[in-house]
């Protein structure tokens, strides 16, 4: 069964930075791509940035440089550091299979963007 679980979100000031982690299980994870998604307050699931196998990245325009994506094969875990942050960032964050986010998703992590 595949399990996806998140931790690291939180609340912070604009600018600031947090770490995103996501534990795998379950799967093979060194063969999946893997991505980052969100949920707004009252919008839809939006897609972050994902990456390959490999260790390629992908990201939705408005995170290009704030955010990086990255994984550990080894420890089966997926990472997202966001820098940089805007209240406009604030939503649940999942982490999920597939490189578009359209796969297994986790319980989802809350970051908060406030002043």
């Known amino acids: 069964e595949v399990q996806l679980v998140e931790s690291g979100g939180g609340l912070v000031q604009p600018g600031g930075s947090l770490r995103l982690s996501c534990a795998a299980s379950?799967?093979?994870?060194?063969?999946?791509?893997m991505s980052w998604v969100r949920q707004a307050p009252g919008k839809g699931l939006e897609w972050v940035s994902g990456?390959?196998?490999?260790?390629?990245?992908y990201y939705r325009e408005s995170v290009k440089g704030r955010f990086t994506i990255s994984r550990d094969n080894a420890k089966s875990t997926l990472y997202l550091q966001l820098n940089s942050l805007q209240t406009e960032d604030t939503a649940m964050y999942y982490c999920?299979?597939?490189?578009?986010?359209?796969?297994?998703r986790g319980q989802g992590t809350q970051v908060t963007v406030s002043s």
């Open positions: 999920a299979t597939g490189v578009k986010g359209d796969g297994t």
């Open positions: 379950g799967f093979t994870f060194a063969l999946r791509a």
């Open positions: 990456i390959s196998y490999d260790s390629r990245p």
